[in-house]
């Protein structure tokens, strides 16, 4: 039986978002997802679709109907011949390595957060890192879709292809993703390296280190001259036990920092001090396991963060970019910041839409001013033809994306002829695509 909270307050993970929805439903079945939509027609009422809550954006945020998938959850059925598994749309990333696992398989790629439902994921664009590798949303086969008409739409590159590529990362704009078919991969072990070198060491290195590891990415930490380098590849060993990596991660990358942040959030000048202090405490780190067990880590400190997806050729005059800019600017700020690759998609509005990027990403912790440095950030990945992440913060106007993303016309094109009563509409998307039309009053 479909579950329903009346009048419950709903914050994201990050609490930049809040909201009272009206109702927040919790269906247990497709079909309990197609009587929603059409009930929600009948009452003019709009709707939003809710994961993990891990946009840092309004996304989700809805003073009317909230939908949650957490009860439409589970993998249905895994195709060992084609390399496909089957699963229902609120299963989360943990949950689908966890199972497929223990089958012996995996995804070939995620991010650096797995607690995002599958859906969620999908739509906002998620992905890793490895420069082989396109964003999650390349290694769906099929979805099922409702749309705005409450009909079940499934679409594939044989099946309604010409919404096959608007689909793969849809803000939640052109319907609700209840079903969806990845491909799978045999489950590999890894071996994960963490280790700190010299700024200069990376930008003498950073072709090579893209080009001849599987997965790569690294941390610039503020005021600070060392970098953290870490890669993951596939070996012939077997796992080791991973109970102590995964206590370190919670120690060090979590209650520490914890302590780290809360000092920098009351002395804002110790920023520069705590940014050093954390990058000279990077060790040298080997560890051997399954994919799912070693791309994700826990993340109980709470931020803010902006990320861009900028042309891979630009990463390295970017990078010194931004950390002259923090230096000039004197920005109090310790979390580092991130740097991943991916491969090019023809995703229409995907970040990565036909160029291999790098993906930059922005944090400050939770109750410090970010503003300023967002906007400085955000002025220099501008410079380099940057895409905003979907689920992360940003400025960019509907004017701005028409030009940084060919394809939106055409997605906007297929969304009014999935939703034309805009029944998966809110005011930030509103405002952010300006779909009002004459003869389309604002619901």
Not at 260 to 276: A, D, N, V, W
Not at 353 to 376: L, N, T, V, W
Request: glycine share 6%; with cysteine; charged share 25%.
């Amino acid at each position: 039986m479909m579950k329903k909270d009346e009048r419950k307050t709903w914050k994201n993970w990050a609490h930049t978002s809040e909201s009272t929805p009206e109702n927040i439903f919790y269906p247990t079945s497709i079909e309990d997802v197609c009587k929603l939509v059409k009930e929600a027609s009948k009452q003019n009422k709009r709707i939003r679709v809710v994961g993990a809550g891990h946009s840092f954006t309004s996304l989700v945020q809805t003073s009317e109907w909230l939908v949650s998938l957490d009860q439409l959850s589970g993998i249905e059925s895994i195709n060992e011949e084609e390399c496909y598994a089957t699963v229902l749309g609120g299963t989360r990333l943990f949950q689908i390595g966890e199972e497929l696992g223990k089958l012996g398989y995996a995804q070939e790629n995620l991010g650096d957060v797995n607690v995002q439902s599958i859906a969620g994921a999908i739509s906002t664009g998620t992905h890793g890192t490895g420069v082989a590798f396109g964003n999650i949303s390349t290694q769906v086969v099929e979805l099922v879709l409702v749309t705005g008409s409450g009909e079940i739409l499934t679409i594939s590159e044989e099946s309604n292809p010409t919404y096959f590529k608007a689909c793969l990362v849809s803000l939640g704009l052109l319907g609700i993703i209840v079903k969806v078919t990845i491909k799978i991969i045999p489950c590999p072990i890894y071996e994960y390296k963490s280790r700190k070198i010299e700024f200069t060491e990376l930008e003498q290195q950073l072709e090579q280190l893209i080009k001849s590891n599987r997965h790569f990415e690294f941390y610039l930490f503020p005021y600070s001259d060392l970098v953290q380098v870490k890669t993951m590849n596939i070996i012939e060993q077997k796992p080791q036990r991973m109970a102590l990596h995964h206590f370190k991660n919670l120690l060090l990358e979590n209650y520490l920092f914890f302590i780290f942040s809360e000092t920098c959030r009351i002395y804002p000048k110790s920023s520069r001090f705590f940014s050093r202090m954390s990058a000279k405490g990077v060790g040298t780190s080997t560890k051997r396991a399954n994919s799912y067990q070693l791309f994700a880590t826990p993340r109980l400190v709470r931020f803010r963060e902006m990320e861009y997806c900028i042309p891979l050729e630009n990463l390295k005059p970017a990078m010194e970019k931004v950390r002259e800019c923090i230096v000039t600017k004197k920005h109090e700020v310790h979390f580092p910041i991130e740097c991943r690759t991916v491969k090019a998609d023809d995703i229409w509005i995907s970040p990565s839409y036909q160029r291999d990027s790098a993906y930059i990403a922005f944090h400050m912790y939770k109750g410090m001013p970010y503003e300023e440095y967002f906007h400085d950030m955000e002025s220099i990945m501008q410079e380099f033809d940057g895409r905003p992440h979907w689920a992360k913060m940003h400025t960019r106007t509907k004017e701005d994306l028409l030009t940084l993303y060919p394809k939106l016309s055409d997605f906007l094109a297929v969304r009014e002829k999935l939703d034309p009563e805009r029944i998966f509409m809110n005011h930030y998307l509103n405002e952010l695509f300006k779909v009002e039309r004459v003869g389309h009053p604002p619901r």
